[in-house]
């Protein structure tokens, strides 16, 4: 049971899981410090180093990539799934980045041996791909996750954790840098760049073998285990369902399972286990790279909104775009996640709006539609449909009861509980964890 200074309680069941029903960046992380201190275990289970999450502990931010957002609390266990695909540097940096400003991290944090590793050439492939797309550009990260999974699920030239402690480790790495070379060279890749140097890369990643070591266990086991002693696990979703790779907006979507869709898989823990789903959304939209938004506003209206939400992206800085709510589209993702509960985000960052929308429909083709299109080309044709409610001047960073807030605000959360069909069960109104309203 999470209790905040205004002593306003939200029911916790294990286990109890994190979703993003945007397409990323809705505040997961806030949500997921919150929530940790009832909390055990906490499990990143999907994506990599492509997440950002942002976590302000007593005026301190801490943006975390790989680490799940529970390491903060003492007693917590920290858990990268084998659904992640991890880069080891980025993994060792940012243990050594917590560890200079005094967060503990030694046996509170496990890597799973089956996560598979991101390598160099990971990286000159997402780079190629993105300079050269065969249309509009998804724009990723840069972080190689793509690629990654792409030899992932391709079996022949992927490397897992736990392959780095086993013998042959130095000639399989040789091996898949020749058939990389066969790719890459074409592509314009030197024969001589790092990242086809077999013998520096097998140098580099038995440095960080034994770096990662004292993390590494079966973390399927681990949380099969918990699950069945009824340990209170969260499980932390990282990106947004509208970027999950089969559900999502595809192909402009990330490479794993981004929705509910993919917390067993990439956990290991058997749905039945899996008890809540907390869906987290800001209380507009924004999206970074490419593919359509229909309710993007590239206009004054969305600038207001990155300027007063700092909406930078927390990997890449890219300006985010910014967009009035689309009810559409996350009904539809609170339904695919099997989303109990709502926590509505940034709604402080609305404040001064004269009047907002929310997308309550699309027109496609003439035809008003209620349902989300399954293709990119039919969502790039959809014309919004607005519903139009008042704005309210006030600053709202203050407030902690919903009582407090201004009436039109409580107009507009009710809206969206109405059209999403589910409750609010919290309402952020600043980045710190005290600026929260238990509903
Ligand atoms: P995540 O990837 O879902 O964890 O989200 P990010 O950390 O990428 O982006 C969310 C940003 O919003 C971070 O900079 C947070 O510190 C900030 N933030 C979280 N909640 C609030 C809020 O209620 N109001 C405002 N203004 N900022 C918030
Ligand atoms: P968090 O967890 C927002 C987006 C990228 C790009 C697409 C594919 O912080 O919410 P990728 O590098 O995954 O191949 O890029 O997905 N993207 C995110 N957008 N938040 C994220 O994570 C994202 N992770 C990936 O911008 O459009
Ligand atoms: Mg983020």
Request: hydrophobic share 40%; with cysteine.
């Amino acid at each position: 049971m999470i209790v905040l200074t205004n002593k306003r309680k939200v029911n916790l069941v294990s286990a109890t899981a994190v979703i993003g029903l945007q397409w990323g960046d809705e505040a997961k992380g806030k949500i997921v410090d919150l929530l940790t201190e009832d909390h055990e275990i906490v499990v990143r289970y999907q994506g990599g180093a492509n997440a950002g999450h942002t976590v302000v502990r007593q005026g301190q931010t801490f943006k975390l990539s790989l680490i799940p957002s529970g390491i903060f609390q003492p007693n917590v266990t920290c858990v990268i799934a084998s659904g992640v695909v991890v880069n080891l540097k980025t993994l060792l940096d940012e243990i050594a980045l917590l560890r200079s400003r005094g967060v503990s991290i030694s046996n509170n944090l496990l890597l799973s041996d089956r996560a598979h590793v991101i390598f160099p050439w990971h990286l000159e492939e997402d780079r190629i791909l993105n300079e050269c797309p065969s249309g509009e550009a998804i724009g990723t990260t840069l972080r190689g996750i793509g690629p990654c999974y792409r030899d992932k699920v391709g079996r022949s030239h992927a490397i897992r954790v736990g392959d780095l402690f086993e013998s042959g480790f130095k000639e399989r790495i040789e091996a898949i840098v020749q058939a990389k070379a066969r790719f890459l060279v074409p592509l314009g890749v030197s024969p001589d760049s790092p990242s086809l140097d077999a013998a520096a890369i097998f140098r580099e990643y038995s440095g960080y073998a034994e770096a990662i070591r004292p993390f590494v266990c079966d973390t399927t086991e681990f949380l099969l285990t918990a699950a069945e002693r009824e340990r209170r696990i969260l499980l932390e979703g990282a990106q947004g369902a509208l970027l999950d790779v089969d559900h999502g907006t595809f192909p402009y979507v990330t490479s794993s399972n981004s929705s509910g869709a993919g917390i067993s898989a990439g956990s290991g823990i058997p749905a039945k286990y899996i008890k809540k789903v907390l869906g987290v959304v800001k209380a507009y939209t924004t999206r970074v790279g490419g593919g359509p938004f229909p309710t993007e506003q590239d206009n004054p209206i969305g600038q207001t909104i990155r300027d007063r939400g700092n909406e930078y992206g927390t990997v890449t800085r890219r300006p985010r775009r910014c967009g009035w709510f689309d009810a559409v589209a996350v009904r539809y993702t609170a339904r695919l996640s099997g989303v109990d509960a709502i926590a509505v985000m940034l709604l402080d960052v609305l404040s001064t709006l004269p009047e907002l929308k929310i997308c309550v429909a699309y027109e496609l083709d003439g035809e008003r539609i209620t349902h989300f299109p399954s293709h990119v080309e039919q969502l790039r044709r959809v014309k919004p449909v607005y519903e139009t409610l008042p704005g309210w001047s006030e600053e709202i960073q203050h407030v902690r009861r919903l009582q407090d807030l201004p009436k039109a605000a409580r107009a507009y959360l009710d809206r969206l509980a109405e059209l999403l069909r589910c409750p609010i069960e919290m309402v952020s109104v600043g980045p710190d964890r005290e600026q929260t309203i238990i509903c």
